[in-house]
RNA sequence: GUGGGUGUAGCUCAGUUUGGUUAGAGCGCCAGGUUGUGGCCCUGGAGGCCGAGGGUUCAAAUCCCUUCAUCCACCCCA
């Protein structure tokens, strides 16, 4: 048997209303903030996350899904992340041309080769939000409280905000190296992957969740005591902001993200009822990244939600019913009548289903009931021939003899009034 | 990439420790009975290469090896 690729899942007809749900929502209250779709293609050239989103990430060191085009000439990868994508697009149609303050959103697969876990999948899913061309602080505290509003909506409690700052190319690198100093003398008291992070990525040291290196982490130089005076100016700003909109948060100068591109404003939500994959959300201000891929120097603040992870969370949504109104020819020539009732019921705007295999009439009210109709209409010999249908009232368990003609009115009437 | 748990009916799981008639239950599905034409209840039925491959044995769902899948954790991240 053919199976799905390891890390991938279906997404079955019982769970695609909870997708529908919270893709709606969030297609609603982004339009409410003045952001647009955007959608790009699910592959790209492997260069631009290579630059994009850094060489010695471990998403493109070891996780991307990389292959030789037919031509052989040319490196395709599958995205591990959205950013990336959009900057590509905004740069290469110039979007930021016909909009100084553009705002957009994208839903849709993402491609990661990791080991499957709870909330973590090789295909998952991504709501993608990014604005570019504001610098002010105040598009941060709008994409924070828009991403809260979001998860909210979608039903989501016990959450808490988690908000840093991580610098810009004028502070960050003098504090990495203050990081990398402070670390090389207590080397050989830090965990392996500390010992190695400590050269190529001090700032993951910080990550680190290993019990013996908590007491030692915590007292490393924080880097809020490190910022330049632009990036303090910013993060009190932002939390200034935040405060007067009254929106709880917690600072943590562990917080880091795993992408090279993020300067300044980071955030992240978690939930401590996901496991290990805590995080719902994250993102923040990523302000050299258009121009480090070729485009103008142009400001850029976004976030990235994962919605198998949202759903996790969110309580299971009630599935509509599949039919109002289910039709059950009893007699001999009654397909035909239901046939036609059926399309006219539909082009009412009323869900019609009728039973096609002529089983027992037990099974077919059985049918009726589970796909969730309100009416069951019955088209026995004596009905047929007074050309009427028997309505049943399937919560009510009462009925009425309804003419052929009157029947669509009749049922209209009911349904929508 | 590393560790541990789990793979038996469409779904949730007994049975494996101690090998031994024809592999079970509940839910779901199909049919029948009862009923106020469906829901509750009762009866019957269909549905299994016991994840796959190999080995041990007179005999394997059960023991051994390999492999695949899945879950949890490390790691990483959303």
């Known amino acids: ?51 994009g989103i850094g060489n010695d990430t471990d998403i493109v060191a070891k996780e991307m899904y990389t292959f030789a085009d037919r031509d052989e000439a040319t490196s395709l990868t599958l995205r591990p992340e959205a950013t990336a994508g959009i900057v590509r697009s905004v740069i290469e149609h110039s979007l930021f041309q016909q909009d100084p303050a553009l705002k957009v959103y994208a ?150 993200r795993g992408l090279d591109y993020y300067t300044r404003t980071t955030f992240e939500v978690v939930s401590g009822e996901l496991g290990a994959q805590n995080s719902v959300l994250g993102g923040g201000r990523y302000d050299g990244l258009v121009k480090d891929l070729g485009g103008p120097d142009l400001t850029g603040i976004g976030f990235a939600l994962g919605m198998e992870r949202l759903l996790l969370l969110t309580p299971a949504a009630p599935g509509e019913p599949r039919a109002q109104v289910f039709l059950l020819p009893l007699a001999a020539g009654g397909q035909d009548p239901a046939l036609l009732l059926q399309r006219e019921l539909r082009g009412s705007g009323i869900a019609a289903l009728m039973d096609h295999e002529g089983r027992s009439f037990k099974s077919r009210m059985k049918q009726a009931d589970k796909l969730g109709a309100r009416y069951a209409l019955i088209l026995g010999e004596e009905e047929l021939a007074r050309k009427a249908w028997t309505v049943r009232d399937m919560v009510g368990s009462t009925q009425e003899e309804v003419p052929f003609q009157g029947v669509v009115d009749y049922l209209k009437e009911k349904l929508n009034g």
């Not at 919270?22 to 996350?49: K, M, S």
């Not at 203050?178 to 050989?188: C, P, S």
């Not at 190695?196 to 001090?202: A, G, H, I, K, S």
């Open 107 to 256: 839903l849709g697969p993402m491609f990661r080769r990791e080991r499957p876990q709870k909330g973590r999948y090789r295909q998952f899913h991504q709501v993608d939000v990014e604005a570019f061309g504001i610098s002010r602080p105040g598009i941060d505290v709008e994409i924070i409280e828009m991403a809260l509003a979001y998860i909210e909506a979608c039903g989501l409690k016990n959450h808490e905000l988690i908000l840093n700052s991580v610098g810009d190319p004028h502070c960050r690198p003098a504090y990495v190296e203050t990081l990398r100093q402070a670390l090389r003398g207590q080397q050989h008291r830090l965990c392996a992957d500390c010992q190695r992070r400590t050269e190529t990525n001090p700032l993951r040291v910080l990550d680190c969740k290993v019990a013996e290196d908590q007491a030692l982490v915590e007292a490393l130089p924080r880097i809020a005591d490190h910022l330049c005076a632009e990036c303090t100016d910013h993060f009190a700003e932002v939390r200034r902001q935040l405060d007067l909109l009254g929106i709880a948060y917690r600072v943590s100068h562990r917080l880091v």
């Open 1 to 51: 048997m053919i199976q799905a690729i390891r890390g991938t899942r279906d997404i079955l007809p019982d769970e695609s209303s909870a997708w529908q749900r919270i893709e709606a929502v969030a297609r609603r209250l982004f339009a409410r903030y003045g952001y647009r779709e955007i959608r790009t293609p699910v592959f790209e050239q492997t260069e631009l996350f290579a630059r």
